[in-house]
């Protein structure tokens, strides 16, 4: 993305108040904030991009419910965020998988999967729903960066070619109609006869010039370099040959919450337990946001913008008890 900060490289060492793991809205939000109380921040996120699974899964999906954008592009809503967290030029670390959360005196020292250790005042975690990684298409991953993917960042990449796209569930059909007006055509591929997708995402493709195979499945990829052809087969041993220069497959994540399990830290349906404060059970690690977990909680978007604020006060005043804990209002910073 164009505007971030250049990441740091493996092997080097940094040192800030807070480092928030988790690079989607909530840990872009709480960067923005950390900034505006006086803090030095970093973000660490396993993926090469900010936006965790808006950019991932559904870039170019409206977005209704976030406060003060009647609707929002999933991927112009990170861009904005990714913004307003410049004001407080974090230190990005894109592609670093916090492996592991050690305490050393009065800070916390996280160390990557690229082999960065970041020491820190304090933590938050935004992970979302913790590491996801897309179920693998069980034929041609050899071409994986050669026409495969599992996500579609940018649609233009696209634009102009014949495109096959894998599955049934929203994020399938989803990139299926946000293709349809750019590509030189859209096949969808499922192997059943029924969709997982909202019903009025269906009946939007069915209506659509989309071309809709039921129940077929990909029996074979092939091309010289990259992907020129997808061979498909549906229950009664008929095959069908399409042109294709892309295939999308959506067949959905497996998440898990990775190195979290092994921080000691609360857990209850595989997400963190937090106080009211957002405060886990350890001591200057705080969490936010999906992966946060507590009583009556509601995970939507704009709910986590208020836990990464309320928790980024909460660790302004810890670090320095000079420190309001009440903010004041941003217009008079």
Excluded at 14 to 40: K, N
Excluded at 218 to 226: A, L, Q, R, T, Y
Excluded at 288 to 302: C, N, P, T, Y
Excluded at 317 to 329: C, E, F, Q, V
Aim: net charge negative; with cysteine; proline share 4%.
């Amino acid at each position: 993305m164009s505007g971030l900060p250049a990441t740091t490289g493996a092997g080097t060492e940094a040192s800030v108040d807070l480092l928030i793991i988790g690079a989607g809205p909530t840990g872009l939000y709480g960067a923005y904030y950390a900034g505006f109380r006086g803090m030095s921040v970093a973000v660490a996120d396993a993926l090469p991009e900010v936006g965790g699974q808006i950019s991932a899964l559904y870039p170019e999906k409206l977005v209704y419910d976030v406060a003060g954008f009647p609707a929002v592009r999933g991927q112009d809503l990170v861009d904005r965020l990714a913004e307003q967290a410049g004001r407080s030029n974090p230190l990005y670390l894109l592609g670093h998988g916090v492996t592991g959360l050690d305490d050393v005196g009065e800070h916390i020292v996280a160390t990557t999967d690229a082999g960065t250790r970041v020491t820190a005042g304090a933590v938050l975690v935004c992970g979302g729903i913790g590491n996801f990684v897309p179920r693998e298409l069980p034929v041609g991953s050899d071409y994986l960066g050669r026409g495969l993917r599992y996500f579609v960042p940018r649609l233009d990449e696209l634009a102009g070619q014949d495109v096959v796209v894998v599955g049934g569930g929203d994020s399938a059909l989803d990139w299926a109609l946000s293709l349809e007006p750019i590509a030189s055509s859209v096949t969808v591929v499922h192997r059943r006869t029924r969709f997982r997708a909202h019903e009025r995402t269906v009946e939007q493709v069915l209506s659509s010039s989309v071309r809709v195979l039921t129940p077929y499945e990909v029996e074979k990829i092939s091309g010289d370099g990259s992907v020129s052809e997808v061979v498909v087969a549906g229950p009664d041993g008929d095959r069908i040959s399409l042109s294709a220069q892309s295939v999308v497959a959506a067949l959905g994540f497996i998440a898990d919450l990775g190195p979290i399990e092994r921080w000691g830290l609360g857990l209850r349906r595989r997400r963190i337990l937090v106080d009211r404060t957002m405060r886990t059970n350890r001591e200057r690690v705080f969490a936010a946001g999906d992966i946060a977990d507590h009583d009556g909680k509601v995970s939507l978007i704009s709910i986590g913008f208020g836990e990464a604020a309320l928790a980024v006060n909460h660790i302004a005043s810890l670090l320095d008890s000079a420190r309001s804990l009440t903010p004041g209002h941003s217009s008079d910073a």
